[in-house]
């Protein structure tokens, strides 16, 4: 082989190194790039589930502290506290088709005032009032209450006023109604829609808006 020959064959090798080199460092600049974005990745579902973990662990504190502070008005039987939901039955409060406390239903709102007062004090929350009915329509010729709805919203709207009159702050507390919607359970006979027609009391995050907030005004 003539040197020629051989000079030749270094010539012609040369840029092939060349260009596996330069493929080498796009790859490595790829494989670089994956990683960092892998890891960015990775840290971002981190700090998720650090939040998700804290949020919970605030929202079980804030459940114990409710349980807590509402621990008498619970020992006697007559609210349940589920989910953070303060639960009243219809039949405490009121009776069928109407919208005036009974005594016993003002004696709960009136122990429930004092602890649901105290537990606002510590936490930056505001109470909300809702009604519930069970499926049967209000009786024809009833010229209180024009359906389940309106009967729903005057009771939440009551039970709201007797918390004011008991002490808790009118700025923290509203009222909303839901019908015949959400049952607790299907309204398949008396003892059924007697457990769906309720009140709950459940403590909300503050609404950021406080322009749009409702005040109920005292006669």
């Known amino acids: 082989m003539s040197s020629e020959d051989f000079d030749g064959g270094v010539e012609t090798a040369a840029p092939v190194w060349a260009a596996f080199a330069d493929l080498m460092s796009v790859l490595l600049g790829a494989f670089v790039l994956i990683l960092v974005g892998v890891i960015g990745v990775q840290l971002q579902l981190s700090t998720r589930l650090d939040e998700a973990i804290k949020q919970q662990q605030e929202e079980a504190q804030r459940r114990k502290s409710l349980e807590q502070a509402l621990a008498g008005p619970l020992a006697s039987g007559r609210v349940t506290l589920v989910n953070g939901r303060i639960g009243i039955s219809g039949n405490v409060l009121f009776?069928?088709?109407?919208?005036?406390?009974?005594?016993?239903?003002?004696?709960?709102?009136?122990?429930?005032?004092?602890?649901?007062?105290?537990?606002?004090?510590?936490?930056?929350?505001?109470?909300?009032?809702?009604?519930?009915?069970?499926?049967?329509?209000?009786?024809?010729?009833?010229?209180?209450?024009?359906?389940?709805?309106?009967?729903?919203?005057?009771?939440?709207l009551?039970?709201?006023?007797?918390?004011?009159?008991?002490?808790?702050?009118?700025?923290?507390?509203?009222?909303?109604?839901?019908?015949?919607?959400?049952?607790?359970?299907?309204?398949?006979?008396?003892?059924?829609?007697?457990?769906?027609?309720?009140?709950?009391?459940s403590a909300v995050p503050k609404p950021t808006n406080t322009n749009t907030s409702t005040t109920i005004k005292h006669d």
């Open 158 to 201: 009551t039970v709201t006023r007797a918390l004011i009159d008991a002490g808790v702050p009118a700025s923290t507390v509203f009222a909303a109604a839901f019908g015949s919607e959400q049952p607790v359970t299907p309204n398949k006979d008396d003892e059924s829609r007697a457990k769906n027609r309720r009140v709950e009391i």
């Open 95 to 156: 009776a069928l088709n109407s919208d005036q406390l009974q005594p016993q239903g003002r004696d709960v709102l009136k122990s429930l005032a004092g602890p649901l007062r105290a537990y606002l004090d510590s936490h930056d929350q505001t109470l909300m009032v809702s009604g519930f009915a069970d499926d049967q329509q209000v009786h024809e010729g009833n010229r209180r209450f024009a359906d389940n709805w309106e009967l729903s919203a005057k009771r939440a």
